[in-house]
């Protein structure tokens, strides 16, 4: 659950990397999934912490590491509040597939066009 200050609630972001750390207060997050949709938390919805720590580097390469209290999330993740995996086709699939047929159509008279005329 949220902190919150007065009436705004908030989520605390701690950042370390290399000795120094930073803390933010977060009032509204965007957490894009994989499949791309971009899902806006806020309000009573953030979490309470983000732990973010960059630790030393192996042959050239950061690693991070990212605490979210991911137990406390689980039901949420569970009951489809961020769900991972969307049906498909999904409305901006259908719109793109009607595009790509339709420009298909278009080129194909096009052509069919100009070959009668020769």
Request: one cysteine or more; proline letters at 7%; charged letters at 25%.
């Given at each position: 659950m949220a902190l919150f200050v007065g009436e705004k609630r908030f989520c605390k972001i701690i950042w370390m990397e290399g000795g120094r750390t930073v803390v933010r207060r977060i009032f509204k997050m965007a957490i894009q999934q994989p499949s791309g949709l971009i899902e806006i938390v806020e309000?009573?919805?953030?979490?309470d912490a983000i732990v973010l720590e960059t630790g030393p580097t192996a042959k050239g390469k950061p690693t991070m590491q990212a605490i979210m209290s991911p137990e406390s999330r689980k039901a949420?993740?569970?009951?489809?509040?961020?769900?991972?995996?969307?049906?498909?086709?999904?409305?901006?699939?259908?719109?793109?597939?009607?595009?790509?047929?339709?420009?298909?159509?278009?080129?194909?008279?096009?052509?069919?066009?100009?070959?009668?005329?020769?």
């Amino acid at each position: 659950m949220a902190l919150f200050v007065g009436e705004k609630r908030f989520c605390k972001i701690i950042w370390m990397e290399g000795g120094r750390t930073v803390v933010r207060r977060i009032f509204k997050m965007a957490i894009q999934q994989p499949s791309g949709l971009i899902e806006i938390v806020e309000g009573k919805d953030l979490p309470d912490a983000i732990v973010l720590e960059t630790g030393p580097t192996a042959k050239g390469k950061p690693t991070m590491q990212a605490i979210m209290s991911p137990e406390s999330r689980k039901a949420e993740w569970e009951s489809g509040r961020f769900p991972i995996e969307h049906p498909w086709p999904r409305r901006r699939d259908l719109m793109h597939m009607g595009v790509g047929f339709t420009l298909l159509g278009l080129i194909r008279l096009y052509l069919l066009t100009v070959q009668a005329t020769q």
